[in-house]
């Protein structure tokens, strides 16, 4: 998890105060460069819109990378609302899929990564938790928030830190 950033910061892609999934995607694919910056170093575009077929349906994996030092595929599903358990169960339907048919030889099995605009904490606990796949779910802005609520986030960060720290020397 610690290699897998939360939030993304999207502003990169100059999208307006209303837009669709498809026009978030079509934008981090024109910015494919700095989209992958953004997500971290080591990883590789693979594909968009990677088709599968599971009984008579199919489905669509919105973007699909993989991560070198992982050495596995990375499924990255992009909502423009809220998280929401069934898009926890979309992605697990992807997750297995994508072992049992992508995965090659010496590959470590797939991650998931759910790409949405606002998260609860809880629901994700809950929804994820116990789950036989890797499956993350991380919020992305598409502008950076205003200078205090970023301060208050490292502040409230540095207090977290300070009291781990304070735990593991008792």
Not at 19 to 36: D, G, H, M, N
Request: glycine share 4%; with cysteine; aromatic share 10%.
């Amino acid at each position: 998890e610690e290699e897998i950033k939360d939030p993304y910061v999207l502003e990169f892609l100059g999208l307006k105060d209303e837009y669709s999934e498809s026009q978030v995607e079509a934008a981090l694919i024109a910015k494919l460069e700095t989209f992958l910056l953004e997500l971290g170093g080591d990883f590789t575009f693979v594909g968009r819109q990677r088709r599968l077929r599971i009984d008579d349906e199919w489905y669509r994996v919105d973007l699909l990378f993989f991560h070198r030092r992982l050495r596995c595929l990375v499924i990255i599903d992009l909502k423009l609302d809220k998280f929401t358990h069934a898009d926890a169960g979309q992605m697990n339907l992807y997750l297995n899929y994508a072992y049992e048919h992508w995965t090659r030889d010496g590959e470590n099995p797939p991650v998931g990564i759910i790409l949405c605009a606002t998260k609860g904490e809880a629901l994700v606990h809950y929804a994820t938790d116990n789950l036989p796949n890797k499956l993350l779910v991380r919020e992305y802005l598409t502008a950076l928030p205003d200078e205090k609520i970023l301060a208050a986030e490292i502040d409230k960060t540095r207090k977290l830190l300070e009291q781990q720290r304070a735990r593991s020397k008792a």
